[in-house]
């Protein structure tokens, strides 16, 4: 299984601040894609990234996949108490499976 | 549409006992299903996947044991708790790279 790191752990913002998570990999994945899950429900699928260097505009959400397809970052501009949530990271491995980050916890004060 | 189902959606077992969660898919044929446990606020750990009836992959070598008994049902089972079986169980289908989740089990074992 290869490792997904997600960075930070937490973060804790003003409404209207913008906020960027990180996801990085020593290993190459095929594709990576990013999910949004709120308490007590499964994750939400937001994107999916497959070319080295893509960058995907969700409104607000703004999604890069780096260049050598190892690392990727979730930016929100203007974050709102509705982007509250724990975002997870997922690379693709092999034809079935998915290798997901530990997760960032974020939270958007009113 | 498709859309997934599990149930129970809580449950609280004392420690020895058994256990049985279901899943199931509508919708869609052949999809391959998975088995996720997931601590609090914290990423996905795969415990099974199956890509078809009878052919089911374990991640995890534990006391679970998973089975999918029709085309669109998975179930995930043990004959004896632990408490460190507690978590939140997610299943997941997929036609592809992309998952999509199902509401989860919350499981306590005391």
């Known amino acids: 299984t290869q490792l997904l790191e997600q960075s930070p752990q937490f973060l804790s913002i003003q409404e209207g601040e913008n906020l960027t998570v990180y996801c990085n990999s020593s290993?190459?994945?095929?594709?990576l894609q990013w999910y949004r899950q709120e308490p007590g429900e499964g994750p939400v699928l937001l994107v999916t990234?497959?070319?080295?260097?893509e960058v995907k505009k969700l409104k607000r959400l703004t999604f890069q996949f780096g260049d050598a397809r190892k690392d990727s970052s979730l930016h929100i501009t203007a974050a709102q108490p509705g982007d509250t949530g724990l975002y997870l990271c997922?690379?693709?491995?092999?034809?079935?499976?998915?290798?997901f980050g530990a997760g960032t916890t974020v939270t958007v004060r009113a | 549409s498709q859309t997934i189902h599990q149930w129970p959606a809580t449950l609280v077992q004392p420690v020895g006992s058994p256990l049985s969660l279901e899943c199931t898919v509508e919708?869609?044929?052949?999809?391959?299903l998975y088995w996720y446990r997931q601590a609090a606020g914290r990423g996905l750990q795969l415990l099974f996947y199956?890509?078809?009836?009878?052919?089911i992959s374990s991640e995890v070598p534990q006391n679970l044991s998973a089975s999918r008994p029709q085309d669109r049902q998975f179930i995930l089972s043990s004959k004896k708790l632990l408490l460190s079986d507690s978590g939140f169980y997610l299943c997941?289908?997929?036609?592809?790279?992309?998952?999509?989740f199902g509401p989860g089990t919350r499981l306590t074992v005391t």
């Open positions: 997941a289908w997929s036609s592809s790279y992309e998952q999509y």
């Open positions: 290993s190459v994945f095929s594709s």
């Open positions: 990234v497959v070319t080295g260097g």
């Open positions: 997922a690379g693709v491995e092999g034809d079935y499976k998915l290798s």
């Open positions: 919708g869609t044929s052949n999809p391959n």
């Open positions: 199956s890509i078809g009836i009878d052919q």
